[in-house]
Structures are given as structure tokens and as C-alpha cells.
């Protein structure tokens, strides 16, 4: 054993570290007792909560790649067409910058701008109206006050990490190699939560051959890298646009190309290929969602009882086969949008004057053909377009990310029956214990589990009581009763830091 | 928050119990009749309310959602007081009056501030125990 003050293969090929490794590599490493990976909304609200329950800022380590918690989320709402104007999906009262949800964004705006609009709209809502829901800037305003309040950059480490090895006395190692620093940083920590957001972007088998095959990232792209040259050749003359896809991306994507044609007068031709087509309101009584056009409608990414009600109650019981089926039955593998006032008006504006057309079926195939043009094939009829966008997936598989990877390589970590992360009722990584310690996990990463809703702001928040009220079991901080949530509430209102 | 029938109950019985007395008594120098024919009004309200969830639970069923909008919990001010008025017959005017009040503020209440001291109620179907 030689103490060469690196993570050797001999050491990196072990599961399980001691303290006298470290010692014997000569690596040094510092004491935090709970870390939390990613630096996302995940990683955000779990933090929240936690110095809400009590948790000084120098028993919290935030591990991540951004500088602030809403980075990622801003990148990714952008480019798939949601600037800070715009108004994002959930409702009013997914906050994450307030574990309350009170006063909801809608009082919120309502106060600024000195109107009972916002309001009435939630009021009224789903039922005379769309479901309010904020702007996107209106969410980071908040996200940025509340980082300021719990001291969040004080936490905030600059790194990528690398591992979560268990260590032989309980508790765990984190490696991470920090931008423009020393080669790397070791923590060692009693409790450890994973937010890593999503792996990665995932391509149309078809359209990812396409891409690798003839080298061309221009024509081919998808909504969730940047695209706005697809935009700025419309502007300049007559196109076609080919959208893959039928989820909310699909929508903004559409309402941004429908946008630009009645802005700029443009002659874009947009022809939407829906894999799986719904014509009309689907289900059996009891479980019932509007559907048309192609579309299945709904407000959220799953029924709204998903986040607190009966959908919730139901799925907290049921394991495996039976979980992954109700899982299915909601819906959570296919894609929907909600039902627009705006969108509905547009798309039937686009099917009136015939530039606007639907296509049912997969793709055979894509192939470049003459002056720039993409033909795309679809149950023997060829398509031509300029632009194809990908507006499908966002969801890698998990071992793409490399924590993940060796968390299942060498963490004790399992997979859940839709294939991703297995975490308990509240969140704790199953297989993953170290003695007293434990892993926590949330986000995309453990969609699958008792609760479904996990990759939502509200989703996240949920995840972050259940393992706030899990670390208080353990002793680590305390269980936060009526009377603290009631106190800490107003230094929220009046914005007094903790 | 969206309910589950026992968070429904509870919560109906809790918010009675405590925004429902609070207005009663406040109100009371305001309306004819003794104080405790106004706690009876509320105690019906209390008690024909548990029927009422049961419906109300059913009818959810019927929505993709499972949810209960905003609206709802307003509306079903009509027929629940109705329902009372002509159980009990008090005086109408003091009856929409005492009635209204509590309603409104159980509703309010149920929309948002109860999630101030109850951090878990909204992800729990509105359950407190
Ligand atoms: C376009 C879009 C719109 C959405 N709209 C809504 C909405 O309206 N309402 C809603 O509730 N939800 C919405 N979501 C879903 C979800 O709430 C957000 O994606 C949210 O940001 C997820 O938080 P997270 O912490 O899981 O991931 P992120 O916020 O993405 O954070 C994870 C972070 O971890 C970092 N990371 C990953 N690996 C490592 C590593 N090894 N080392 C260091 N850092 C690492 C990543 O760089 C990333 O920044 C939306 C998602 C998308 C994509």
C-alpha cells in the first residue's frame, strides 16, 4: 500500500473504506455531518427544510456543478420555450422557496400587482379556467430571496462528484473533483441525499441515428438543447417543421413556432407526428382523462391527488407488479399536456388554414434528401421538413449519471420496478445503510416508488419533509411541530434569516 | 389540499370546531336567540357535514383528478345550508348571516393558513391525526 495521497484502483476497485485508508493514502478529508448532491431544486429544498428544522449551515455541505439551485432549471425551462415571462406548469401553491406553499404564488403576484386576476383565476380554476400557475421568473425571484435567508452559498461547495463509498465505522466518503481546484475533496458524512436531476437527454432511437450517421446537429435537434437557429430561419423564409412528441414540450414548442407566425407574418408549415394518437376522452369511468387531436390532457404531470390525496394514500401500499400497473393506469409512462385556452385556439387556427397537420405512427425512417431537406418516413408516406424537433424525452437511464452508476455498482443501491433508484417510503436509498448512517435520494432518479410525483417542485418538497421527519427519528435534528412551523413562518414572511 | 374522505372529516370537524365556535361567539351579541341556538346550528353543520363528505368523496370519484376545486368548497355553501335552515328553521336573516360567516371562514382557512402550523396536513389528504 503505498501513500501516494491518490484514490488508488486498489482503493477505488473496494466498496467499503475505513478511516485508516485515508490515512494510509495520506488523503485528507473534512467532517460534515450531512451532505446533499446536486445543488438542484432536490438539493435546495431538502436544505430548506432542514435549517428550518433547526440545522446550523455548518453541518451542511451542498456538492454541486451550479452556483445557485435554480441554474439547471432555468437553462432547460428556457430553451424548451419557457423564458422568465412565461408561466411554468405546476400551480400555485408548489413553491419551493416556501416548505408552507403559503401564501401561494397567486397571493403573491396578486399583491404585486395589485390584482384580484390571479385570484379569481385560482378560484375558478380547473373548471372556468386554466389552472394558474406562476411565471417562471416569479419562481426564481423567490428561489433567490429564500437562498439568501438560509445562507445557501455558505453551504455550496464547487464540484463534481465522483463516489459515495460506505465507510467501515458507519457513515459514508464523498469524493468530488472541484472546478479549478485541488485535484479533488473528500467529506466524510453521517447522511447523504442525491438530487442529480436528470442523467441526460434522451434521442429518438431514429433520430439519434440520424444525427451520428451523417454528422448533422443542426437540422435534427431537441427541445431541450438550445435551438433558436430553427427559430431565426423561419424568420428569414417559408419552412417546414417537423414536432416529435405530444407532452408539454411539444406545446411550448408549437406555441413558439404559431407565436412567430402570427408575429412576424411567416409561412411556417408545422406537421406533428404523434406515436400514440388519443382522439377523444379515454378510460373507464372512475379513471377518466379528457384526450383529442392527439393530445391527452391533463393539468399536471399526473392526476393533482398524486401530490396529496387518494393517489397518494393508494400508492404508498402497493409493491412491485402492482405498483408499476397503477402506475401505468395514471398514465406516467405516456405524455399529456394540460388543455389551454391559448394552445387550443392556436392548433385549431393552424388546422383551419391547413399549416398546421397531424401525422399517427412511428418513424421509419430519416434520411437527408435534396437542397437541405430532411425526409422522414411514416407508414410509407415521406415527409419533407427543414427542422425536425425532438420534443420526447429528457429521461436517460439512471447509470448515466456516474454517482448513481457507482452507488448501484458498489453502494448497495437497487432498482425499482420501472428500472430506476429504489428508495423507502421516505426517500432513504434501500441497501444503501452504513451503520448509523444513510442515503437519501430524490428527484427523477426514484420515480417508481411509493410516491410518484417526485420530479415536481412539490414532489421534492415532500421528499424533503419525509426525510427531515426521518433525520429527526434518527437525532439529527428536531421534528418540526406546530408551534416551530408556526414561528418559523413568520421570520419567513418578514424574511428574517435563520 | 386534496382530500381523502377521513382528512375531509377531520378537517371539517377541526376547522368547526375551532374557526366555527370562534365566529359563533364573536357573532353572538349580533343575533337574536340565545348563544347556545347558535352553537346548534354549528353542531348540525358538524354533523349533517360527515353525510355531505361522504357524497362530496363520491362525486370526486368521477374526476380524473381526484381532486376538489376551490369553488367547490364554496359553493357547497347552498345546498349544506339549506339543508340546516330547514332542519332547525331559524330566523333566515340571522341564519345567512351567522351561517355565511362561518363558512367563509372555514374555507378560507382551509385554503391556505392551515398549512402554516400543519406542515404535513396537505400531503397527508387533510388528515390531522
Ligand atoms: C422543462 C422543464 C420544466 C419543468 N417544469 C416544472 C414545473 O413547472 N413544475 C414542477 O414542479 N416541476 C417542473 N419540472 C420538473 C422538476 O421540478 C425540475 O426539473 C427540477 O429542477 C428538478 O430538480 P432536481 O434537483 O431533481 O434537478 P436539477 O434542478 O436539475 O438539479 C440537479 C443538479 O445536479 C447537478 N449534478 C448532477 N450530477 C452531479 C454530480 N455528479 N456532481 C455535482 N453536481 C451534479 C446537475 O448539474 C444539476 O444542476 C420541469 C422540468 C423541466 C425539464
Known amino acids: ?67 445557485h439551485p435554480w441554474q439547471t432549471y432555468e437553462y432547460l425551462t428556457r430553451v424548451s420555450q419557457i423564458p422568465r415571462a412565461e408561466r411554468i406548469r405546476s400551480d400555485s401553491s408548489s413553491r419551493p422557496d416556501n416548505i408552507w406553499g403559503f401564501p401561494s404564488y397567486a397571493l403573491t403576484e396578486a399583491w404585486r400587482d395589485k390584482s384580484v386576476k390571479h385570484l379569481l383565476n385560482v378560484l ?66 453521517r447522511y447523504v441525499h442525491i438530487a442529480v436531476g ?5 434521442f429518438l432511437p431514429d433520430l439519434q441515428h440520424f444525427r451520428e450517421r451523417y454528422g448533422d446537429y443542426e437540422h435534427v435537434v431537441n427541445a431541450y438543447e438550445p435551438h433558436e437557429h430553427v427559430y431565426e430561419f423561419l424568420k428569414t423564409r417559408p419552412g417546414t417543421v417537423i414536432v416529435r ?49 392527439g393530445w391527452a390532457y391533463q393539468g399536471f404531470n399526473y392526476p393533482k391527488s398524486v401530490w396529496g390525496g387518494q393517489l397518494k394514500a393508494q400508492m404508498r401500499r402497493l409493491e412491485g407488479a402492482e405498483r408499476a400497473a397503477l402506475y401505468k393506469k395514471m398514465g406516467g409512462s405516456g405524455a399529456n399536456t394540460p388543455w389551454r385556452r391559448k394552445w387550443q385556439r392556436q392548433l385549431a387556427a393552424g388546422r383551419a388554414g391547413g399549416w398546421y397537420e397531424t401525422r399517427k405512427g412511428t418513424v421509419d425512417s430519416v434520411v437527408p434528401g435534396a437542397h437541405g431537406q430532411l425526409v422522414s418516413t411514416v407508414g410509407g408516406e415521406e415527409i419533407r421538413s427543414n427542422y425536425i424537433i425532438d420534443c420526447t424525452g429528457l429521461e436517460a437511464d439512471i447509470a448515466e449519471s456516474r454517482v448513481l452508476a457507482d452507488l448501484l455498482e458498489h453502494g448497495g443501491a437497487g432498482r425499482n420496478p420501472l428500472g430506476r433508484l429504489d428508495v423507502e417510503r421516505h426517500f432513504e436509498v434501500r441497501g444503501t445503510a452504513s451503520g448509523k448512517g444513510a ?39 428536531r421534528r418540526i411541530g406546530p408551534v416551530r412551523s408556526t414561528a418559523q413562518w413568520v421570520r419567513w414572511l418578514l424574511n428574517r434569516p435563520i | 389540499m386534496l382530500p381523502l374522505l377521513s382528512g375531509r372529516i377531520q378537517t371539517r370537524l377541526f376547522l368547526l370546531a375551532l ?29 349533517f357535514g360527515v353525510g ?36 332547525l328553521r331559524p330566523e333566515p336573516l340571522a341564519f345567512c348571516l351567522h351561517f355565511g360567516a362561518v363558512w367563509l371562514a372555514v374555507w378560507l382557512l382551509a385554503n391556505g393558513p392551515m398549512r402554516v402550523p400543519f406542515l404535513r396536513w396537505r400531503f397527508r389528504g387533510g388528515r390531522l391525526l
Open chain 2, 52 to 87: 355531505w363528505e361522504l357524497v362530496y368523496h363520491l362525486l370526486m370519484q368521477f374526476r380524473w383528478e381526484k381532486d376538489w376545486p376551490t369553488l367547490f368548497g364554496l359553493v357547497t355553501a347552498v345546498p349544506e345550508g339549506l339543508v340546516v335552515w330547514l332542519a
Open chain 1, 124 to 189: 375558478t380554476e380547473p373548471v372556468f379556467a386554466d389552472f394558474w400557475t406562476p411565471r417562471a421568473g416569479t419562481v426564481f425571484e423567490g428561489l433567490e430571496r429564500e437562498a439568501a435567508r438560509i445562507g445557501y452559498q455558505d453551504m455550496l461547495v464547487k464540484c463534481a462528484v465522483r463516489m459515495v463509498r460506505r465507510r467501515e465505522a458507519g457513515g459514508y466518503f464523498v469524493v468530488g473533483s472541484p472546478e479549478g481546484g485541488p485535484k479533488r475533496v473528500v467529506y466524510r458524512a
Open chain 1, 198 to 202: 436528470y442523467p441526460g437527454l434522451r
Open chain 1, 1 to 67: 500500500m503505498g501513500a501516494t495521497g491518490d484514490l488508488t484502483p486498489e482503493l477505488l476497485a473496494r466498496s467499503v473504506w475505513s478511516d485508516e485508508d485515508m490515512a494510509a493514502y495520506e488523503i485528507p478529508f473534512k467532517d460534515v455531518p450531512f451532505i446533499t448532491i446536486g445543488g438542484g431544486i432536490g438539493s435546495f429544498v431538502t436544505v430548506d427544510y432542514l435549517r428550518i428544522a433547526g440545522v446550523p449551515a455548518s453541518d451542511i455541505a451542498v456538492l454541486s456543478n451550479i452556483g
Open chain 1, 439 to 477: 442515503v437519501y435520494a430524490s428527484g427523477t432518479a426514484t420515480l417508481g416508488g411509493y410516491f410518484p410525483g417526485v420530479d415536481t417542485f412539490l414532489g421534492l418538497q415532500i421528499a424533503a419533509q419525509e426525510i427531515a421527519d426521518d433525520l429527526a427519528r434518527r437525532g439529527f435534528c
Open chain 2, 19 to 47: 374557526a366555527g365556535s370562534l365566529v359563533t361567539l364573536l357573532l353572538a351579541p349580533l343575533l337574536p336567540g340565545p348563544v347556545k341556538d347558535h352553537f346548534l346550528v354549528l353542531g348540525a353543520v358538524a354533523l
Open chain 1, 245 to 293: 412528441g405530444s407532452g408539454i414540450v411539444a406545446s411550448r414548442v408549437l406555441q413558439r413556432l404559431i407565436d412567430d407566425r402570427e408575429a412576424h407574418g411567416l409561412g411556417t408549415r408545422i406537421v406533428h407526428i404523434f406515436r400514440t394518437y388519443v382522439d377523444g376522452p379515454h378510460g373507464p369511468v372512475f379513471m377518466r382523462r379528457r384526450g383529442g387531436h
